[in-house]
């Protein structure tokens, strides 16, 4: 089994790619830290504990992790909405602030921040942990900072963030980089084996409202909140960002199903990837060099630059079944 750890902003995308992940026989997380990014962190962490204890899944600890990004809200005009909550935000539809399940009761997030948790946990690790951050790279950043020698207790960083072609937040920039781009620099760079599933891939992935209805049908916890969670992104995806023919994009879901299947994503590439934080038009920009301007440098990850949308609708239905 591979053990992974999950950084999340939970969020509609997040709460399903943390249920594909607990779902799945391949994968054993070992721990959830959550972060500032859809919403502010005391949204995202009881978003996540109220998904877990909903799941039945309360053995699964949750480190409450930072509730701004390292840099980018000091200068007020750079980041004037952040951390969100707010009832005019853009994203409102997709994601809200609470997740639509019962609050949590019993579910509590433990004493330990994020940032002290990974340094611990991999100080201390016997065996390499995968880390899959699908929000803002805040945590880990601020971990490296702190004790740069944990990444060689890293197997893989598995990532949701980045776009080549266009962003989402922004004309240049995808949300989690935009949200915290010197964190993404920082993360990119730390020498650890990387996986960037981006926009380009993620949107070649959109899930159809028909099948949500068959995941719907499914009838386990997982498929009833997933099929209400992607029909809840189906209508805020039509209201702002139209995917056509009835579908959206579940970004963070992709992440996780590429460890579990790496076919889910096509077309990936070697590349070094940078990031832009002047602060101007293309902040948390991520710079692909796909013709290899940056001579001097070697690719820092694997880039999925599409993927297959039946494959990956097939995996997700199967695993929310699953449990
Ligand atoms: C990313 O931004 C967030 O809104 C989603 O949860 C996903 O992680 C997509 O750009
Ligand atoms: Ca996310």
């Known amino acids: 089994m591979r053990k992974i750890i999950m950084d999340v902003d939970t969020g509609t995308d997040d709460a399903i790619a943390i249920m594909c992940a607990l779902a799945a026989e391949e994968l054993d997380v070992v721990a959830i830290c959550s972060v500032n990014g859809n919403r502010g962190i005391t949204y995202t962490t009881e978003n996540t504990l109220r998904l877990l204890e909903y799941l039945g899944r309360e053995e699964v600890p949750v480190y409450k992790g930072a509730h701004l990004p390292m840099v980018s809200t000091l200068p007020a005009w750079r980041r004037p909405e952040v951390p969100y909550g707010g009832k005019e935000f853009r994203e409102m539809e997709i994601h809200g602030d609470w997740l639509e399940l019962p609050p949590s009761v019993n579910k509590k997030a433990e004493d330990m921040d994020a940032v002290?948790?990974?340094?611990?946990?991999?100080?201390?690790?016997?065996?390499?942990?995968?880390?899959?951050?699908?929000?803002?790279?805040?945590?880990?950043?601020?971990?490296?900072?702190?004790?740069?020698?944990?990444?060689?207790?890293?197997?893989?960083?598995?990532?949701?963030?980045?776009?080549?072609?266009?962003?989402?937040?922004?004309?240049?920039?995808?949300?989690?980089?935009?949200?915290?781009?010197?964190?993404?620099?920082?993360?990119?760079?730390?020498?650890?084996?990387?996986?960037?599933?981006?926009?380009?891939?993620?949107?070649?992935?959109?899930?159809?409202?028909?099948?949500?209805?068959?995941?719907?049908?499914?009838?386990?916890?997982?498929?009833?909140?997933?099929?209400?969670?992607?029909?809840?992104?189906?209508?805020?995806?039509?209201?702002?960002?139209?995917?056509?023919?009835?579908?959206?994009?579940?970004?963070?879901?992709?992440?996780?199903?590429?460890?579990?299947?790496?076919?889910?994503?096509?077309?990936?590439?070697?590349?070094?990837?940078?990031?832009?934080?002047?602060?101007?038009n293309s902040d948390g920009m991520s710079i692909v060099d796909v013709d290899k301007r940056y001579y001097d440098r070697e690719p820092n990850c694997d880039f999925a630059f599409s993927a297959n949308r039946e494959k990956f609708v097939a995996l997700l239905t199967k695993l929310l079944k699953a449990r």
């Not at 080549?164 to 964190?183: S, V």
């Not at 809840?232 to 590429?258: C, E, K, N, W």
């Not at 077309?267 to 832009?276: A, C, G, I, K, L």
Request: aromatic share 8%.
């Open 116 to 280: 002290s948790f990974y340094i611990k946990y991999l100080s201390e690790a016997k065996e390499k942990v995968t880390i899959v951050p699908v929000g803002p790279l805040t945590n880990l950043a601020l971990a490296f900072r702190a004790k740069p020698e944990i990444v060689e207790n890293i197997e893989e960083i598995v990532i949701m963030g980045a776009a080549y072609a266009h962003g989402n937040k922004t004309a240049a920039a995808e949300f989690n980089w935009w949200c915290d781009p010197e964190a993404a620099k920082i993360v990119m760079d730390c020498g650890a084996k990387i996986t960037v599933i981006p926009l380009d891939a993620t949107h070649k992935a959109c899930v159809k409202g028909s099948e949500a209805d068959i995941i719907e049908a499914g009838g386990t916890k997982a498929c009833l909140a997933a099929a209400d969670m992607i029909k809840q992104r189906i209508r805020g995806y039509s209201t702002f960002q139209p995917m056509g023919d009835d579908m959206a994009p579940v970004h963070d879901a992709l992440a996780v199903l590429y460890m579990l299947d790496p076919q889910v994503c096509e077309d990936v590439r070697p590349m070094y990837v940078d990031v832009d934080f002047g602060g101007g």
